[in-house]
């Protein structure tokens, strides 16, 4: 499925900073230089960004003009960083966020349990 | 301590507006906005304008934005991006939080023009992953190229919703369903009919009850409610879709003008908590202004002339323009500003039922309700007329502020007179020459180009065409009606771009005679997505 759109009726090419590579929960990827962690990932079929603190509900991109903090990750090691309104850049990591720890340092049981819940 | 004659806050079209002004006057201007970009929302505005010429009509949003950061370079303006305003005190102090610390400025005037946020309304699973605001899917398809989904489900029919609807189906993605409690659609009845006879189903009076799946949207379940918003049980349906997109209206984020002590109200019809200011914006903090919607949600056109009064009147209470320039700059905004809201749509009118036109015509009960004029309905209005050989059909049916159509014709073939609300009346008796510039200039595409009498058994109909791919000459395909449903074979016999007619292209399409009146877009398959969506529960 493309989730980019290559030709718009409207807005013709849409012009594209440089590929770049970037991780994802420890996976190499690739973005846009430029372009909002958040896009890249949409781009990529990633919807889940963040699992809430006590109930484990998993939140993503929902205004995507840096308002509303739901679509926060672990970016560079530092947690809650509004990932709609923070550029891709080459070598960066991005990892999901549980709580305020990235998704990696939890067990899996507690997330599953936590969703189920 | 930075001093500035004026500080503004928000980079946005009032923000802009205003700076351009009191910087053409001399003031020492500064424009803080938090985001990395200036112009706020006009660049994910991709559709054309409504309104005059005064009021950039028939320009599509972008291209208004762009031309905005062009005057406001001339005139020397200086923007901050990535500057958030944090407060403002007494004496008009203002905090700006700029590269991880704050500095303090003073204004001799301040201008808000911080805009709006996106309302929300609860529903269960809200929170998850794929419900996003009408502002986001913009945000995503018309800034970054990225689809927001394939499947798109729309709550809330006014302007945003069902514009943002339409640039969905431009970006490629499917919008299965739009629905609205309220029970009659809220936008331009252009706008809903551009969505109809695409094939979109209008759900009036009716609400999500859910949003299903476990880590992200996989479907959502809706309900009838009744007068009093009560859900009907017995009424669900289920769609499959990956995304609900949220468009229930925009709340003034007037938080800094409160904190500044301005005298606020609640006014509904504005949008909730807004400042008492009087005719060019300033409120009771004297010296302290706002403009856009921050003081009384409006559309990106009102905002920009709101900002130009403001940024006016700042600069004469300032001394840096004379009091005869100041009355007559003053006196031709405030009569644009006066010719926008006017009509059905103005803000008095909100939350009001019209039953009739300006010009007594009854309003289409079943625009309203299923978003197309019905057969019945079409000949009440005076832009249909049927004639021999090629001719304009205006399907618009409400007041509305805009008048490009009658600028387009240079034949004079087209009336809207001088008031700019009226709806527009075909001569008959002119001539039409079939440029198809009514059909381009018409921001809310409801001009047809219609010639019953093009061959022995066949009529031709030309229509607005906005997707890709664009047909080819010679294609085979199917004609959709009004309510988006196949009612006969149709062939491509010209598509028409040009530069003028700003990606709006001219498809003609030839149907037989007795479809003239029928078919108003095109299909190149057979399908309607009406029968294929809103299963039973």
């Known amino acids: 499925m493309e989730r980019r759109i290559t030709e718009h009726p409207i807005l013709g090419t849409i012009e594209k900073g440089r590929k770049v590579s970037f991780t994802y929960d420890g996976k ?90 | 301590m930075k001093r500035y004659d004026l500080v503004i806050v928000g980079a946005g079209p009032s923000g802009l507006s205003a700076a351009i002004e009191a910087a053409g006057y001399g003031m020492k201007t500064v424009v803080y906005d ?12 991709i559709h054309k304008f ?44 203002v905090t700006v939080q700029r590269k991880g610390h704050i500095e303090h400025v003073k204004g001799d005037t301040i201008i808000v023009a911080t805009g709006a946020s996106e309302n929300m309304v609860p529903f ?23 689809k927001p989904g394939e499947k798109v489900l729309m709550l809330g029919s006014g302007n945003v919703g069902l514009v943002v609807s339409f640039q969905l189906m431009q970006a490629g993605c499917e919008v299965v369903a739009l629905v609205d409690a309220a029970p009659a659609i809220g936008g331009y009845g252009v706008h809903a009919a551009k ?4 094939g979109v189903p209008f759900y009036m009076s009716h609400t999500i009850t859910k949003a299903e799946g476990t880590d992200h949207v996989t479907g959502v379940v809706i309900s009838q409610v009744n007068e009093k918003f009560q859900k009907i049980p017995g009424t669900e349906k289920h769609f499959d879709a990956d995304t609900i997109c949220v468009a229930v209206g925009l709340s003034p984020m007037s938080q800094l003008l409160k904190m500044s002590g301005c005298t606020m109200s609640d006014d509904p019809k504005r949008g909730g908590q807004v400042p008492e200011t009087d005719e060019y914006g300033e409120t009771s903090v004297s010296g302290v202004y706002a403009a856009g919607d921050v003081s009384g949600i409006e559309e990106a056109s009102s905002a920009m002339i709101e900002g130009r009064i403001s940024g006016t009147r700042a600069a004469y209470e300032m001394g840096f323009v004379s009091e005869e320039d100041e009355i007559k700059e003053l006196t031709k905004l405030k009569n644009d500003l006066l ?32 978003g197309y004029l019905s057969e019945a309905e079409i000949f009440r209005y005076p832009g249909i007329c049927r004639k021999k050989g090629l001719h304009p059909v205006i399907e618009c049916s409400q ?58 058994t066949g009529a031709s109909v030309t229509l607005p065409y906005e997707f890709f791919p664009l047909p080819r000459v010679g294609d085979q395909g199917y004609a959709r009606n009004r309510a988006g449903e196949i009612v006969c074979k149709a062939e491509v016999i010209s598509v028409k771009s040009s530069p003028a007619y700003d990606r709006t292209n001219l498809l003609t399409i030839r149907v037989p005679k007795d479809m003239a009146m029928k078919a108003r877009f095109y299909a190149d398959r057979a399908e309607t997505k009406a029968e294929t969506a809103g299963g039973a529960v």
């Open chain 2, 124 to 146: 269960g699973g809200w929170d998850l992953p794929g419900v996003i605001g009408a502002g986001a899917a913009q945000t995503m398809m018309n800034l970054h190229g990225v």
């Open chain 2, 50 to 93: 409504f309104g005059s010429k005064e009021h950039h009509a028939k320009i599509r949003g972008f291209r208004i934005g762009e031309e905005l950061l062009q005057e406001a370079s001339a005139a020397g303006v200086e923007v901050q991006l990535e500057s958030t305003v944090t407060g403002i005190y007494e004496d008009k102090e």
């Open chain 2, 34 to 45: 938090e985001n990395s970009r200036p112009g706020g929302q006009l660049f994910k505005q």
């Open chain 1, 28 to 117: 190499t990827v690739e973005g846009y230089e430029g372009e909002p962690v958040a896009e890249a990932l949409k781009a990529l079929g990633v919807m889940v960004h963040r699992y809430t603190t006590k109930k484990h509900r998993p939140r993503g991109i929902f205004c995507a003009i840096g308002r509303c903090t739901d679509c926060v990750m672990v970016v560079d090691g530092v947690p809650n960083t509004r990932t709609c309104i923070t550029s891709v850049r080459e070598g960066m990591t991005v990892e999901t966020q549980v709580g305020v720890v990235p998704a990696s340092q939890v067990k899996d049981t507690v997330l599953k349990g936590g969703i189920m819940a």
């Open chain 2, 195 to 198: 969505l109809a006879r695409c």
């Open chain 2, 339 to 370: 010719s926008l809201r006017r009509g059905m749509f103005a803000p008095g009118n909100k939350g009001k039922k019209i039953e009739k036109t300006e010009e007594g015509i009854n309003v289409s009960q079943n625009l309203l309700t299923k």
């Open chain 2, 399 to 456: 007041n509305i502020p805009c008048n490009p159509c009658q600028d387009a014709c240079k034949f004079s073939c087209i009336n809207v007179g001088k008031d700019i609300t009226s709806l527009p009346v075909v001569n008959p008796l002119a001539k039409c020459s079939g440029c198809g510039m009514c059909v381009a200039s018409c921001s809310g595409q409801a001009i047809f180009l219609v010639d019953e009498d093009y061959d022995e």
